[in-house]
C-alpha cells in the first residue's frame, strides 16, 4: 500500500527544464538491427540506459539519466507513454533536459507536450516509515507503436548525513534485454574511489579528463535475465556494480559514532526507568531482560526518515517523551538505559536482507537497513533487537536474531562480526489424539495440544493479538480440512499464554466425519493420519534446473505425536524406527503399539540444518523429500472380519503391471476368447443337419438376453444371421446372409416385414403390425449409434434387447407346435464361458466407468467424481476443503489416484504416478502466461494441453477426445484463465 498525495503547494505544474549539462557526453541512438525477440516482455525493448555522475571535490554529487525505449507493441505503448521518476525534495533536485519521440527518422521534442505532476508517495507507509519521498509523474501526448522514446534528467544532490561521502550502486544484468548500457563516473576527489563487483564482474575503464578521472563501463546487447523463485534474500540473481568512497571499515564506524554518541547519555527519563527497573528485579539477567521489554512495549515502531533522520537517530529523551520511534530511536534508547543500569552495549548495523553477503558489498554506510543492540556481557556478544514485539521469559533464553553479520559502532571496531549460527530456540511439540469408536460410521474425535516454545510463541503471541480467537480459530480449521476435509469444532480452541517460560500453548477440539473409506464394496475400510504440520516444512523447488539456490525456513524443530486410541482389541502394528538423516534436515520417525491400552502411538522429530539447498545439491533434496514424506503419513485397514489391521503402503493398492498394458491384454485376450467361441458356433451350425420342421431360428428368451449381454450385442448378429440363412433357404434367393446380418441396423424392418408376410404368421398379423415394426426399427437403429458412445453404451445395451425382443418372441410362436425346436436351440455349452472375459472388457468396463468404480474415458464434470476421489485429492493438498472442480479427466483405465487433469474456479492441476511418487503440478490462473493446446488428430492419442507459467516453467495435460469434450474443457479453461488475467496496463499487485 502506498500513500499518494498531491503537492501542489511544494511543486509547480510546470516541467523543470535546463540544458543537458555540458559534462555529459550523449550517444546518438538508432533502431535496433535485431533486437531479440525472443526475450523481449512487456511490448518495448530498451536501446539505452545511461547513468553518469559527476563527483566535485566537495559538495553533493549530481547524477544524470537518459533512457531510449523502442515501443513495439500496445502494451509497450500502455507501459511508456507516462514516466515515473522518485527522488526527496529535502536534499534533491530534479531537473529535466530533453524529451523526445523519433518517428520515422524524425525527431520530435515533447517537453512541451507533457503533463506534469509531483506527488507524494509512502510507499513503506504499511510497515509505518515515512520517508518523505516524491514522484514526479509526466504523461506524454502522442505517443505510438514503433516510436522510440528519449529522455534525460538530472538528480542534484545527496542526503547530507553521509557528510559528501560518496556511494553508488547499479545492477549490470536485467530482466529484460537492453541493446546498451552505460555507467560513467567523474570522480574529481582526491580520496580514492573503490569499485566492487557482485556476483560476476564488469570491465571499468578508467581514463582522465578534463572534467575529472574517468571511469566508464559500456555493456553492450544484454541478454535478459532470468531470476528463480524461492531465492534467499541474500543472493544476488542479477551482477551489480558499487562505487564508494569508503576504503574499509572502520571508516564507517567512524561514520556512525557521532551520529550514536548521545546514546550513551543518561537523562532524567532514562534514570528513573532504570532505578525503577533496579528495584523490580533480583539479577542482572532481569535486568536486561526487564529493560528490553520496556523499550519494546512502551516504545511503539513509527519511523520519519526523512532527510537525515534516515540514518539520525533522536535523542533518547525525545523518544520516551513523544512514545514512538524507529530502529534507531529504539535502539539509542536502550542503550541508554543499559547504560544507566551498567552494562556496555554498542549500536550494530545490520542488513535484515542480504546479511552475510552484506560483506561482499563493501565497507559502505549505504549497506544496511536495519540497526539493534549488541550487549557485551560476561565476556560474550548478545544481540537485542528493541523493535521486535511479544518477546517474554528471561535473558539470556529469549530469541536473539541473527542476521550473518553485524558493523558495531564502537572505537577501534575495523571489521565486520559474526552474529554466529542462528539459534535453534524455535520449537514446536504437537500432539494430536484420535479417539476412534468401535463403528466405523460414527465421528471420530480429534484433538490437538500444541506448544509453541521461543521464537514460535512470539509468532503464535503475535497472531492472537492481532486476530481474533474466532478467526485463528477457523485457520486451524481450515488447514487440517486439507487432511481430514469431513472435520468440524467441537468446542471453541483455548488459547495459553506462558510468560514466564516464554511457552504458548493452543488447545483444539474436533469431530471427523466419515472417517474411513470404504473399498471392495464395503469389505474393507481405510484410514490414513498425517503429520499435517511437517508438509510445509519440505517444500518443493518449483524448478529443479535453478540458478540460484533455493531458499527454505531454518531453523525448525517440530516434536510431532500422534496418538491413536481403538475402542477395539484385534488391532496389531510392527513397531518401527527410522532416521533420515542429511545435509539439509535430520528425520527420526518411530512406531509403537501398546496392546494394553489400545493405542498406536507414530513419533516424528524434524530438524534442519541449513537455510538454504544449493544448485548442485536440488537433486539430492529432491530425493531426501521424497523419502521424508512417505514417512509423514501412516494407513491403517480392516476387513469386515475385524480380524486384520496394518499399516498400508503404496504397494497395496498399486498395479503390479501399467494399467494401459493390462487393458490392451485383456482386451486381445477376450477378443481372441470370443473369435474361439463364434468359431466353434459356426462350426456346431455348419455340422448341424437342416431342421426342415423350424421356422426361422427360434431360442428362448432368457438364451438370448444373457447372450446379448455377454458378447455386448455381438451375439444379435448371429441370431439375424441364422435367421436370414433360413429366408435364404426357403426363397431359394442369393442374398448374404452374413452381411444382411452385420447391417442388421438397416435390414431390421425387412427382416420384420418378412416375419410378418410369412403364411405361418398370419394369425399373428395384428401383434405386429407395420407402424410398431417401424417404431422398433428405428428404435433398434438408435441403440446401433449409441454404441459407438461410452457414455450412452450401456443405455444402447438395454434399448437393443428391447427392439429385439418382440421379434424373438414372434419367431418363437411361430414354432410353438413342436417346443422342442426352440429348446434344441437354448441349451447352454460350455463355450459359452468363453464369452465372460469379453463381457467383463466391453460390457463391465462402461458398467464400471458409469458407476465411477474406475475412471471413465471422458472428460467429467467436478460433481460426477466419486466422493472418495474428492476426498483423495484434498488429502494430496491438489483440492482445497472449499474448492471446487470445474472439469476432470483422468487419463488412468484403472485407478483415479494413478493420474489427473483438471481446473477449478483458481488453479489448474495435473498429478500423475512416477515411480511410485505422485507427481503433482499446479499453478493458480494468475501465475499462467500462456495456454497452448495441441490435437495430434489420431483416433487413440489424449489431446494434450500445455500450461506456461510466468516464470519460465511449464506442465502438460492431457484431456480425453471421446465425445469431442476436449473442445469444451478447453473453451471452459481459456475462458478461466482470461477472466482472472488484469486487465491491460493492470497491476496483479
Sequence with gaps: MSLVLWAPHLFADELPLTATPDWVSRYTVERASKPPINQIKNGSYDLLYDQQVMVPESGPATYYYEQAIEILNEEGLEANSQLSIDFDPIYEQLTFHS?????????????????????????????LIYDGGYTANLIINDVRVNDILRYSYTVHGDNPVFDNRFSYTSSTEWSVPVELQRIRILWNKTNALYIRHLSGSVPVKETSTHVGKEYLIELKKLGAVYSDSETPSWFYQRSKVHFNEYGQWSDVVAWGLPLYASAYNVDVITAQKAERIQLETESKEEQI???????????????????????????????????????????????????????????????????QTVAEFGPSATAFNHVLVALRYQGQIYWLDPTRRYQVGMFPDIY?????????????????????????????????????????????????????????????????????????????????????????????????????????????????????????????????????????FLPKPES???????????????????????????????????????????LKHRVRFDSDSRTLRLEANFQTHTDYIGTEDIEDYIEARS??????????????????????????????????????????????????????WRSEFVQQEVNTEQIFYPVSITKFVLLTILTAKIYTIYWFYRNWHYVKRIADSQLSPIWRAIFSPFWFIPFALTVRNSAEYKKDIDFLNKPIIILLGLTYFTSAAL?????????????????????????????????????????????????????????????????????????L?????????????????????????????????????ADGNGFTEDTVFS????????????????????????????????????????????FLLYVSKVDRKDKGFIKALMQRWQTSRPPAGESTN
Excluded at 521534442?109 to 507524494?120: A, E, G, I, P, S
Excluded at 503475535?462 to 487432511?483: G, K, L, P
Excluded at 516434536?559 to 488391532?571: C, G, L, M
Aim: charged content about 25%; overall charge negative.
Design 99 to 127: 524529451i523526445e519521440i523519433i518517428r520515422a527518422g524524425e525527431v520530435l521534442d515533447k517537453t512541451r507536450d507533457v503533463r506534469y505532476r509531483v506527488l507524494q508517495r509512502e510507499e513503506e507507509l504499511e510497515d
Design 289 to 355: 531482560s526487564k529493560a528490553l521489554q520496556v523499550v519494546q512495549n512502551e516504545i511503539r515502531y513509527l519511523g520519519l526518515e526523512m532527510g537525515t533522520n534516515s540514518h539520525k537517530p533522536s535523542l533518547a529523551t525525545e523518544t520516551w517523551e513523544r512514545r514512538w520511534g524507529d530502529c534507531k530511536d529504539k535502539t539509542v534508547a536502550l542503550i541508554s538505559l543499559l547504560t544507566a543500569l551498567g552494562f556496555e552495549a554498542y549500536p550494530a548495523l545490520v542488513n535484515t536482507r542480504i546479511q
Design 400 to 536: 536473539q536474531p541473527q542476521y550473518g553479520l553485524a558493523l558495531v559502532i564502537e572505537e577501534g571496531v575495523n571489521s565486520l562480526t559474526q552474529m554466529g549460527e542462528k539459534q535453534a530456540v524455535s520449537h514446536q511439540y504437537i500432539e494430536e489424539i484420535f479417539t476412534l469408536s468401535d463403528s466405523r460410521d460414527a465421528p471420530v474425535k480429534f484433538s490437538a495440544m500444541t506448544k509453541y516454545m521461543g521464537r514460535s510463541a512470539e509468532s503464535k503471541r503475535e497472531q492472537f493479538a492481532s486476530d481474533s480467537i474466532q478467526s485463528v480459530q477457523r485457520a486451524h480449521e481450515e488447514f487440517y480440512e486439507y487432511y481430514y476435509p469431513n472435520i468440524t469444532t467441537s468446542s471453541n480452541l483455548s488459547f495459553e499464554d506462558h510468560t514466564n517460560e516464554n511457552e504458548v500453548i493452543v488447545n483444539e477440539h474436533y469431530e471427523i466425519d466419515n472417517f474411513w473409506e470404504e473399498l471392495n464394496e464395503g469389505t474393507r475400510h481405510e484410514t490414513t493420519f498425517y503429520f499435517a504440520n511437517l508438509y510445509s
Design 544 to 586: 529443479r534446473n535453478r540458478n540460484s539456490p533455493f531458499a527454505w525456513a531454518h531453523p525448525i524443530n517440530v516434536d510431532s505425536i500422534i496418538e491413536v486410541r481403538f475402542a477395539e482389541d484385534h488391532w496389531d502394528f510392527e513397531n518401527e524406527d527410522i532416521t533420515l538423516e542429511n545435509k539439509f534436515f535430520t
Design 627 to 680: 523419502k521424508a514424506r512417505d514417512l509423514f503419513s501412516y494407513g491403517i485397514f480392516i476387513d469386515t472380519s475385524g480380524n486384520s489391521s496394518d499399516e498400508v503402503t503404496e504397494e497395496d493398492t498399486e498395479p503390479f503391471w501399467d494399467d494401459l498394458t493390462i487393458y490392451v491384454a485383456a482386451m486381445l485376450g477376450s477378443v481372441a476368447l470370443a473369435i474361439i467361441a463364434f468359431i466353434l
Design 787 to 859: 454404441g459407438f458412445t461410452s457414455e450412452f453404451y450401456l443405455f444402447s445395451l438395454l434399448l437393443c434387447i428391447a427392439s429385439m425382443l418382440p421379434l424373438v418372441i414372434q419367431v418363437n410362436r411361430l414354432n410353438m407346435d413342436d417346443t422342442s425346436i426352440i429348446k434344441n436351440n437354448s441349451g447352454f455349452h460350455p463355450r459359452y464361458l468363453l464369452l465372460v472375459p469379453f463381457f467383463i472388457v466391453f460390457v463391465g468396463d462402461p458398467l464400471a466407468m458409469h458407476t465411477k468404480m474406475v475412471p471413465s474415458d471422458r472428460v
Design 861 to 897: 464434470a467436478g460433481d460426477e467424481l466419486p466422493e472418495s476421489h474428492i476426498r483423495f485429492l484434498q488429502r494430496k493438498k491438489i483440492l482445497r476443503p472449499s474448492e471446487k472442480i470445474d472439469q476432470f479427466y483422468s487419463a488412468s483405465i484403472f485407478d483415479w489416484k
Design 911 to 954: 498429478y500423475w504416478k512416477e515411480d511410485d511418487e505422485l507427481i503433482v503440478e499446479s499453478a493458480n490462473f494468475d501465475e499462467i502466461s500462456k495456454i497452448v493446446s495441441e490435437d495430434k488428430n489420431t483416433w487413440q492419442s489424449d489431446t494434450i494441453i500445455n500450461i506456461y507459467r510466468d516464470d519460465g516453467s511449464d
